[in-house]
């Protein structure tokens, strides 16, 4: 009802795979409330013939911008595929009078670039403005994020309502100038450490993609200008990349699995006798399998003061080709089965929906030609109109800058260090983007800058993923001086513990980090210091 009582305009990427149907559905609603709105939506996200078609002619290979490999060598058959749109379209549809703008994949910024570009007057060369609003919608794109959530200094927002964090606002000048906000009243803090948070999150280097800008962020950096309200600035504007990012899907078989609890003393010791007796059990069955996997999750609690901080998780994980490879039969009751001859006190998870087969989706991410999108705008009275490539665009190297060592700080003696996990003294932030897994670290305090970039070479960095460093390909390591902040990127199977390799790197790691006695003081007499690991403790000795 606000929408039409206030004439606020919406654009969403709401519409998945049928961004048409979600057109009608909310018309329908509009309509049914008796509401004067006129509803736009977008298509050309949907992209698989122009991508089938693309290869029975021979034009293009889709190597895969993570891993290198080539389409034709994929082993899975594409059933879908979608390209990020950029937001001019929107743009288009607010031009025409629509009050809502209902879109399908676009990237996740292009709401706030149409918008920002309808409302100023934007034309598509203005790329400085135009770099600006991306870089905003980049920062206020995942809600609660850039005001506190998944904010490492967590534990700061405790007093300021942590308990129900706010939602940000993003003010775009005419110029471009952006400033983030959020809603008064609201918990959480917005503040140059949670917008640097949330700026690590996916971005893959200096150049940061849209299909209707590339936005260049080596100068990028923010101003705290009151509470709650932070400056972006330095974002420079370059042309777009004459190709815009493709996910294609694939049916990937099907997985299932079956959790164990192990309690009190010889946890490791308990799970390898189940691990013998599951894989004893599967073994008439494990042929099919492609992949089988055992492992602890969690740890018990030493002189543990009750039952459940004494229990970890043990996961019996399954993948293979068809549902019936991992059948009840040949995966759930094998694993199920031993109870009676298993560990002291064995006892399995006892939803066992779980240990059904559900269905998997593999993942590819390439790149495909702007001019074969067919982007267009359809508005209320049945009118559509296309919105063209851009006219002038730039190709950019295959690879971001990388640097895997800092070799230009002056001097490395930091005089007397002590040990511990780098979430003392260093934020970080994880996600993914494509198949890559990524995290970004930076420091509150320039004092602390060179020692960051100076220890947390690529090298450092497998050495602090211990187990969880498989092999893959350590992609890039880049840093921003003027946030203090640098990032590396891992090519590996994504899965939804990438979001948590920050807490893994800086919290659980066994190796620890020789951090300088002088920082680690100063930081804990500004009372500013979380041990983010109550496992590990730090005793400070203050010299005289």
Not at 340 to 348: I, L, R, S
Not at 356 to 370: G, I, N, R, S
């Amino acid at each position: 009802m606000d929408i039409a009582r206030y004439r606020i305009k919406v654009a969403v990427n709401a519409g998945a795979s049928d961004t048409e149907l979600l057109h009608t559905v909310v018309t329908e609603m509009a309509k049914k409330k008796g509401l004067d709105l006129k509803i736009a939506w977008i298509s050309g996200d949907e992209v698989l013939p122009a991508v089938q078609r693309a290869q029975q002619e021979g034009k293009s290979k889709f190597e895969n911008i993570c891993t290198g490999e080539v389409l034709d060598d994929w082993k899975f058959k594409p059933i879908y595929a979608q390209a990020y749109l950029g937001g001019l379209g929107i743009t288009a549809a607010f031009e025409k009078g629509a009050d809502i703008v209902v879109c399908g994949r676009v990237s996740d910024a292009s709401p706030c670039i149409g918008a920002a570009a309808w409302w100023h007057g934007w034309s598509r060369d203005q790329l400085h403005e135009l770099a600006n609003a991306f870089v905003t919608g980049h920062l206020i794109e995942c809600s609660n994020y850039v005001c506190g959530g998944n904010f490492t200094g967590f534990k700061s927002l405790e007093w300021k309502g942590w308990h129900d964090i706010g939602y940000p606002i993003a003010e775009i000048s005419k110029s471009g100038q952006a400033i983030i906000t959020k809603n008064q009243g609201s918990g959480g803090e917005v503040s140059t450490q949670t917008c640097t948070s949330q700026l690590l999150y996916e971005i893959q280097g200096p150049w940061y993609f849209n299909s209707d800008v590339t936005a260049v962020l080596d100068g990028l950096y923010f101003e705290q200008v009151g509470t709650d309200r932070v400056a972006l600035r330095g974002v420079k504007g370059e042309l777009p990349p004459p190709t815009t990012k493709i996910g294609l899907t694939a049916r990937g078989g099907y997985q299932a699995e079956v959790h164990w609890f192990l309690c009190g003393l010889d946890i490791r010791d308990k799970a390898r006798m189940m691990e013998a007796q599951a894989r004893h059990m599967l073994k008439p069955y494990s042929d099919k399998f492609t992949k089988l996997e055992f492992t602890i999750n969690g740890s018990a609690g030493e002189d543990a003061s009750n039952q459940n901080a004494a229990t970890v998780d043990f996961r019996i994980f399954v993948q293979a080709p068809n549902a019936s490879d991992i059948s009840p039969d040949k995966f759930f009751r094998p694993v199920v089965d031993p109870i009676m001859e298993g560990y002291p006190g064995a006892t399995p998870h006892l939803d066992w929906r779980q240990g059904f087969p559900k269905a998997v989706q593999e993942y590819y991410v390439t790149l495909l030609p702007q001019a074969d999108v067919q982007h267009k705008v359809h508005l209320w009275d049945g009118a559509e109109f296309d919105i063209p490539p851009p006219p002038n665009s730039r190709v950019y190297p295959a690879q971001q800058p990388s640097q895997p060592v800092t070799d230009d700080i002056k001097s490395t003696d930091w005089g007397q260090t002590v040990r511990g996990p780098l979430g003392w003294i260093v934020h970080a932030r994880s996600g993914d983007k494509g198949s890559n897994a990524n995290v970004g670290f930076w420091v509150r305090h320039r004092a602390e800058w060179d020692w960051l970039r100076w220890i947390l070479s690529v090298d450092t960095v497998k050495q602090l993923l211990a187990e969880e460093y498989k092999g893959n390909k350590i992609v890039s390591r880049l840093y921003f001086c003027s946030c203090c902040a640098l990032r590396v990127d891992e090519n590996c199977r994504i899965d939804s513990s990438s979001r948590t390799h920050m807490v893994y790197i800086f919290c659980f790691t066994t190796t620890l980090i020789e951090a300088s006695a002088a920082l680690a003081r100063t930081i804990f007499w500004r009372k500013m210091l979380l041990s983010f690991c109550d496992r590990n403790t730090l005793i400070f000795r203050r010299s005289s």
